[in-house]
């Protein structure tokens, strides 16, 4: 089991009243398998996301990701956990927007220093064709071409699992279904993604539907 | 891809912010290094006043030191030995002595180890008609200055007048136009005249001198002298003078000394208060260049530790804004992968980097305003050491005021900022 999560609870203090974001929710992602997340705005998907990729300490329960539970390690180990092993995507892209493509593909090398990562990033690039756009800054590309610099990020440390957030929120449909081939494709692979989204096609890509409703799993359907 | 090209590549990205941090490191560092700068050019400046006035002092001295020669030369010298039957009321009266002394007393004079007087000259003075002119005049011979056995040689006083020539006072060459060159002849004998004195108000403007054996053999006063002169090089005081009575009776038992140089002696008395005026004016330009070195010590005692805390504040404003500008980035960064220690290294970085190019602008800024507004001096107010420690320091400050805003961009938790974004 890739990703596992059992009974997390997540509440947000608030100064007028606490938020229960995530109530006693328990979800497995195995190799190769590409899950999918749906449910209402402020159901949780996020915070689930947040939690599953170590970047939210969950209240309750237990997390593990390739076997490791990212919560157990230090903050700089849980840093380095999460570039080896994981590959965000978001909605927002999130792109570093001083760096040309190259060298934000490459972001995720400055933590492991891999000196093949140069060698993966071009192959990346040109797989997810932009190699005649590698010189050039976000703010100089399309928005399918962002959220495809974006995935190339995800995958140049070569993760063991892919978390996406609303990754095609903002994407046509031609950008769509390329970046839900890419995640599909890693998936096929043996890695395995968890994808928060609602966007009813890019839930026809997952083998799993997960829809979640106030924070609880309503419905777990393969 | 390396943190340093991340730095770089923030820094292009955001030069504004850059250049504006550098700006208040390279005003601290300038306001530091034109106040060092400004210091020490007070210091050699003042150094070089007062190496001025001392040789300025010096010159007046020695020039002072030449006229006093002079004037002692034309008052005829400070110290006259008399012969024993000399009335001093008709020598006064006459202006001349009337009484000689044998020719030798002076080599007993010059043998002796009399330390008082300085040069001694022997002369042979009397007043007579010169018949040529029909007016009175002063005839004086004299051999030039006398060696004192016990002295090094010094520069003689009164030059000695070869035979044949004459040196004229104003009142014996001026009605007559006479110049050096000119032939006369003083009671019967042919001379040359050998120089023309100006005119002194004194009985030397009626003195005509010649070679001392040729006014012997004019006045028939073979070996003989009426008068020796001795000049006393420290006639500083009366008591001296007494002194130097006292030493020449020893060797010349009956012999009359008069002092002869009272406005010589007011003339050193002139001299050592002029020289005191002196030493008072270069103490006052010492005194001077130290206020104005204090005066910039203090003023950089106030404007530097105020640049310093300015540009430390204004460093951490910037730094601050920055962060908060990079809040989505560093959060992003962070999400994929990057420690606490590389957003730290990020910051730090960046501010070192700000450091150097403003501690190396500073210097140069700092350098040019502080010899610009320094009056020039010779030497070079460039210190290496200087310009290692705005190199230093300046990267210092820099990333002590971006420390706090660094920490807190190196702790701040990625998922609060992917949440919000």
């Keep these: 089991m890739l990703i596992s999560l059992q009974n997390i609870n997540k509440t947000y203090t608030g100064d007028a009243e606490n938020v229960v974001a995530v109530d006693d929710v328990s979800l497995s992602v195995d190799a190769g398998e590409f899950v999918a997340v749906v449910g209402p705005s402020g159901c949780g998907k996020t915070t689930l996301l947040l939690v599953a990729g170590g970047l939210l300490g969950p209240d309750g329960g237990e997390v593990s990701v390739d076997d490791i539970d990212p919560y157990s390690l230090s903050t700089e180990q849980r840093a380095r956990f999460r570039a080896e092993r994981i590959g965000f995507v978001f909605q927002q892209f999130h792109l570093v927007p001083y760096l040309n493509v190259l060298d934000n593909v490459m972001a995720p090398a400055l933590v492991t220093g891999d000196p093949a990562a140069r060698e993966r990033a071009d192959s990346l690039i040109e797989r997810f064709g932009l190699g005649k756009r590698v010189g050039h800054r976000p703010g100089q590309l399309s928005t399918g071409e962002r959220q495809r610099v974006a995935l190339a990020r995800a995958l140049l440390n070569e993760p063991r699992v892919i978390l996406a957030d609303e990754p095609t929120g903002n994407l046509d449909g031609e950008n769509s279904q390329e970046v839900l081939q890419t995640l599909q494709s890693f998936a096929q692979q043996g890695g395995a993604v968890l994808l928060v989204t609602h966007d009813p096609d890019a839930v026809a890509f997952a083998e799993r539907q997960v829809v979640l409703s106030s924070g609880r799993i309503a419905e777990n359907q393969g | ?421």
């Design chain 2, 1 to 421: 891809m390396k943190i340093s090209r991340l730095i770089v590549q923030e820094i292009a990205h955001r030069f504004l912010n850059f250049v504006l941090a550098v700006t208040g490191v390279s005003i601290a560092v300038a306001c530091l290094v034109a106040s060092v700068t400004m210091i020490d050019a007070g210091e050699i400046q003042s150094e070089q006043l007062v190496a001025q006035r001392q040789q300025e002092v010096k010159d007046a001295g020695k020039k002072l030191n030449d006229e006093m020669r002079k004037i002692t030369k034309g008052l005829g010298f400070n110290i006259v030995v008399l012969a024993e039957d000399e009335d001093i009321a008709a020598f006064h009266a006459q202006g001349a002595p009337t009484r000689t002394m044998p020719q030798d007393y002076v080599t007993r004079l010059a043998n002796s180890e009399i330390v008082v007087i300085n040069h001694l000259l022997p002369i042979v003075t009397r007043k007579v008609e010169w018949t040529e002119k029909k007016k009175t005049i002063v005839l004086t011979g004299t051999r030039g200055e006398v060696p004192q056995a016990h002295r090094d040689p010094k520069k003689p006083l009164l030059d000695l007048v070869p035979k044949g020539k004459v040196v004229l006072g104003y009142q014996l060459h001026h009605p007559d136009k006479l110049k050096p060159g000119s032939k006369l002849t003083i009671n019967g004998r042919a001379l040359e005249v050998a120089k023309c004195h100006a005119e002194r108000g004194t009985v030397d403007d009626v003195t005509a001198w010649v070679n001392l054996e040729e006014a012997q053999d004019m006045l028939g006063m073979q070996n003989l002298v009426n008068a020796i002169l001795a000049l006393e090089c420290n006639c500083a005081t009366i008591d001296r003078v007494a002194e130097i009575r006292g030493e020449i009776a020893k060797v010349l038992p009956g012999t009359q000394v008069l002092e002869r140089g009272r406005k010589a002696l007011a003339r050193a008395e002139a001299r050592n208060k002029a020289k005191k005026t002196a030493d008072a004016a270069l103490e006052s330009a010492e005194e001077s260049g130290r206020q104005i070195i204090e005066s910039r010590k203090a003023q950089a005692n106030v404007l530097v530790p105020l640049a310093v805390i300015g540009s430390f504040a204004w460093i951490v404003l910037l730094a601050v804004g920055n962060a908060r500008q990079r809040r989505g980035e560093i959060g992003i960064l962070r999400a994929i992968g990057l420690g606490s220690r590389h957003v730290l290294v990020l910051f730090l970085g960046k501010a070192l980097l700000v450091g150097l190019v403003g501690g190396g602008i500073g210097y140069v800024a700092g350098y040019m305003v502080g010899t610009g507004y320094s009056e020039p001096v010779q030497e070079s107010l460039f210190d290496l050491n200087w310009l290692l420690i705005a190199l230093l320091m300046a990267p210092a400050l820099s990333a002590a005021a971006s420390w706090l805003p660094a920490l807190v961009a190196a702790g701040q938790d990625p998922a609060v900022v992917l949440q919000e974004q």
